[in-house]
């Protein structure tokens, strides 16, 4: 009880964290909250004033209302600041003529610039949108953040998932307030006015460019300018995919964005720089707000990102507490910093950067300490190798079940990437930081600039060497949300085990292992009944195949395919791709002579006309679903067939299903649409 006394600000930043994702997830609807916050005042307020319950045993009352109300107002600060589902609904239904005002930078695409614009004069003022301007309509340097314009478009909002595991870039959105995303034509722009409007995103954004310029001139290409770019600064616009993949397998994403290893080594190298003057007593009350501004300048030049804020918070906390002679509680500036930065905008409690951040700091100050202690090294050298290694496991075991449930994969040479990532990451930013102070000075720019380039060109060909080791990353990793619960339920219970020796969290992280095995065993028994999956990809026929032989089946290998559906095929196993011309030489495929397949289930049959069907040759064989990739013949025929259910395929004009699917529902004949139901499980 004592130890949670020192810890407050924590205490109330995860009741509040709480409630902001049950408001998220539409656990309860608005009125339940204030019910609840209503019951947590009376509870915290019979705590005092009625003295049959202000004893010592009913002391745990205070702390249950004080958590309800901090639960309640969590997500009632959601639904009160959120857009009603109503205003959404009524913007996208028919075209009509918008004001927009220019919210982000703009981002330079092949044939577009996208910008984040708040939409004006609706009924909800918090919405906005992702608009695709042509880029026959302004060039990147010709649209400023305030920047308003005319516009008659209709607002859609983005498709949500329509296979298994599929990223959910409409949820990625909305979690931003960002509901909807047009693409805009020369002709659908009324007017664009100019607004010479102050901005801190877009003067950081000016900033960031003018670095990345002076990299540029300093002689930074390629692969090391987008390193060094995102690494020092926070631009990523640079980045190829190649090297992205790289850091991806090896686990040094975190290296990538601008966060708190980043924001840490910088508050240290400020401190040391300032540390003659932060020794005298008279000086360093003046000293630390200048370091806590240098501090939050830096911060403001990344683009303050979520991981940025709560460092930099964090950090301050710290500098703040030494001044007034506080001794700093790490967990009390965590909850400090969280509860900030939710204040502000509680989505960010979804964000995966705001998730993995902390929890591989919680990691870091809960487990580091007794890993290290584990093993004792007398060599100095050896044993700031086996620190590192400590850090790294100890936030590999809070972020690894997170990493699995977003990105289904897990880094195996994560230890030897950290190895080579803290030391070299710690001298490009120190490297960098000098750069950013200099880039406007001919001469040591140049110098800074090419010990830049080196030490990037070095991170970079450590992490390309483990990426083609065998076996560096594990992919196709299946988490649902409960099971990542679990785990991290089990990992609570260990903890608790072995660090505060407690033989009752040791029985019940026994009795839930045993329980996750359970589970797991009969979710493999499930999917191992599935025949064959019909996947949504855009202009491209998917189809795989469970058995005998995992495979997919496709028209064109397709980069799409990877997007839509890599997660799901990975997970099932499924690495093998063939083109739908060859012939597979499996069961549950047979070519007949009109080069249309037939493809046979466990317990159903799937027909996959690509080419003017032969309604004869398939007078044997008993149809239960009918996909249609090729509409150029007779619609008559389809009716032969005898099918009892259609699947309008990935290949077909939006017009063209519409047709379709009037004629065929008229004819009493079930129809599915894979751009709208999603993939199809047959079995």
């Excluded at 600060?77 to 205003?87: C, E, F, H, I, K």
């Excluded at 004001?99 to 996208?114: H, L, M, N, Q």
């Amino acid at each position: 009880m004592n130890t949670l006394r020192k810890i407050p600000l924590l205490r109330a930043a995860i009741p509040f964290a709480t409630g902001i994702s049950c408001a998220l997830s539409a656990l309860l609807n608005e009125s339940c909250y204030w019910v609840l916050l209503c019951s947590g005042i009376i509870i915290y307020a019979t705590n005092f004033i009625w003295p049959r319950f202000t004893g010592y045993a009913w002391r745990f009352l205070s702390g249950l209302g004080l958590s309800l109300i901090v639960l309640s107002l969590g997500a009632l600060s959601v639904l009160l600041t959120q857009p009603a589902p109503g205003n959404i609904q009524a913007l996208e239904q028919t075209e009509s003529v918008y004001r927009i005002s220019v919210a982000s930078p703009v981002e330079v695409k092949k044939k577009s610039i996208a910008v984040e614009a708040r939409v004006l004069g609706v009924m909800d003022s918090r919405l906005k949108g992702l608009f695709y301007l042509d880029n026959a309509i302004a060039s990147a340097g010709s649209l400023e953040v305030g920047d308003e314009l005319v516009l008659k478009c209709r607002l859609i909002r983005p498709d949500s998932p329509k296979n298994p595991l599929q990223f959910d870039y409409r949820n990625y959105l909305e979690l931003q307030g960002i509901y909807f995303q047009c693409f805009i034509r020369p002709a659908q722009v009324i007017r664009i006015s100019r607004k010479n409007t102050f901005s801190i995103t877009g003067y950081s954004h000016k900033i960031r460019t003018y670095i990345v310029d002076g990299m540029r001139e300093a002689g930074l290409t390629g692969d090391e300018l987008g390193i060094a770019g995102a690494l020092v600064i926070g631009e990523e616009r640079n980045l190829s995919q190649e090297i992205m993949s790289a850091y991806a397998a090896s686990g040094a994403m975190h290296v990538i964005s601008v966060s708190g290893l980043h924001i840490g080594i910088v508050f240290l190298v400020i401190r040391t720089l300032f540390a003659p003057l932060l020794s005298r007593s008279g000086l360093k009350k003046w000293v630390v707000p200048l370091i806590i501004g240098l501090l939050w300048t830096y911060s403001f030049i990344t683009g303050l990102s979520p991981c940025v804020q709560r460092a930099a918070l964090m950090f301050s906390f710290v500098a703040l507490g030494n001044t007034f002679g506080r001794n700093s509680n790490i967990y009390n500036m965590l909850g400090a910093s969280a509860l900030v930065l939710l204040i502000i905008d509680p989505c960010l409690v979804m964000n995966v950067g705001f998730q993995l951040s902390y929890l591989a700091l919680f990691g870091i100050v809960i487990f580091q300490p007794p890993i290290q202690r584990l093993v004792f090294v007398k060599n100095k050298y050896l044993f700031k190798v086996w620190e590192i290694t400590a850090v790294a496991i100890a936030a590999q075991l809070t972020t690894a079940i997170l990493g699995m449930y977003y990105f289904h994969q897990f880094p195996i040479y994560f230890l030897l990437a950290n190895l080579a990532v803290i030391p070299l990451s710690f001298v490009m930013l120190v490297i960098g930081v000098g750069f950013v102070l200099v880039c406007w000075i001919p001469g040591p720019d140049l110098v800074l600039g090419w010990c830049l380039q080196q030490s990037t060109w070095m991170l970079n060909q450590s992490l390309l060497w483990l990426e083609r080791l065998p076996g560096s990353v594990v992919q196709g990793i299946t988490l649902s949300a409960v099971e990542a619960w679990m785990l991290y339920a089990l990992l609570v219970m260990c903890s608790v085990a072995f660090l505060a020796r407690k033989k009752y969290a040791l029985i019940a992280c026994l009795s839930g292992t045993v329980v996750m095995l359970s589970l797991s065993t009969a979710g493999l028994q499930n999917s191992s009944a599935e025949a064959l999956r019909i996947y949504a990809v855009p202009n491209t026929t998917a189809i795989a195949l469970h058995y005998p032989q995992k495979q997919l089946l496709t028209d064109s290998v397709s980069p799409q395919i990877g997007f839509f559906a890599g997660n799901a095929l990975a997970a099932a196993g499924i690495h093998k791709i063939r083109l739908l011309g060859e012939t597979p030489g499996i069961r549950c495929s047979r070519i007949l002579p009109d080069e249309n397949r037939v493809f046979t289930g466990r317990k159903e049959t799937l027909v996959l006309v690509t080419q003017p069907p032969n309604p004869e040759l398939y007078r044997e064989v008993e149809i239960n679903y009918l996909l249609i990739e090729n509409s150029l013949f007779n619609w008559k025929t389809i009716l032969q067939f005898g099918a009892r259910k259609v699947i309008l395929g990935n290949k077909l004009s939006g017009k063209m299903k519409k047709k379709l699917r009037m004629y065929l529902e008229n004819k009493g004949v079930t129809v599915f649409e894979l751009s709208e139901t999603g993939s199809i499980a047959i079995q």
